[in-house]
């Protein structure tokens, strides 16, 4: 089945600075790749996502990459905010949905 | 609009007990599933609903947990003889399509069940 591994575990980026989180997945099959925001004892949101025939999305201050081949997705934040500090999820799907473990972003003032 | 909700959103049980986890989804969604999140993870699939039909039923750990949706609305995830390690946030979400595994999925805030 489908294995996700993200990484890093934890981030802590200046505000202003851009943060990076990188994800793989094992699953050629995989063709959806959705990205979520948990705030602290909130459900989770999705912020971005993006489908295997592309290879880059934009939205304003966050984007994500993906490259098929070597089946690594990306999440930049650029200009970090406070509000910005959060657990981001990737995630990847064919029949089904396999999150990774989460990144702890704290983004310092 | 309404969103997801779920009930209770915390729940305590003593080992052996059991319980029983309700989600009203967004009206008209066509998709339901089903997730635990154990503390410091990502969430986990556990089961999936296309309207009343249970499609995947195939995270749920073991045969003490059950899920339903009888009318292809509310669901309700069922734990028999509960155990610690069943000690968790249950996730719900919906999507407004079949096949709700490749679309935005909405979550609910969740019940913490914690077995002592």
């Known amino acids: 089945g489908e294995n996700v591994e993200q990484h890093p575990s934890t981030l802590s980026v200046q505000e202003g600075d851009s943060a990076v989180i990188k994800c793989t997945y094992s699953d050629s099959a995989s063709n959806y790749f959705p990205w979520y925001k948990q705030e602290l004892g909130k459900r989770p949101q999705l912020i971005i996502d993006?489908?295997?025939?592309?290879g880059e999305k934009k939205d304003q201050r966050i984007a994500v990459t993906l490259n098929k081949t070597a089946k690594h997705f990306s999440l930049h934040i650029t200009e970090t905010q406070p509000e910005d500090s959060a657990v981001y999820f990737c995630a990847a799907s064919d029949d089904k949905i396999i999150f990774g473990k989460g990144t702890r972003l704290h983004i310092l003032p | 609009g309404a969103g997801v909700s779920q009930s209770p959103r915390y729940k305590v049980a003593k080992r052996g007990q059991d319980v029983a986890l309700r989600c009203d989804p967004i009206s008209g969604h066509v998709s339901l599933f089903w997730y635990q999140q154990a503390l410091g993870q990502g969430p986990e699939f556990l089961t999936y609903?296309?309207?009343?039909?249970?499609?995947?039923k195939s995270g749920l750990p073991s045969d003490r947990f059950f899920a339903e949706r009888p009318e292809g609305s509310v669901s309700t995830l069922k734990i028999q003889r509960t155990q610690q390690e069943d000690s968790a946030v249950y996730l719900c979400?919906?999507?407004?399509?079949?096949?709700?595994?490749?679309?935005?999925?909405?979550f609910g805030p969740g019940t913490r069940l914690t077995v002592l």
């Open positions: 609903f296309q309207n009343e039909a249970q499609l995947d």
């Open positions: 979400a919906s999507s407004p399509l079949a096949g709700g595994q490749l679309v935005e999925q909405f």
């Open positions: 993006i489908r295997s025939n592309v």
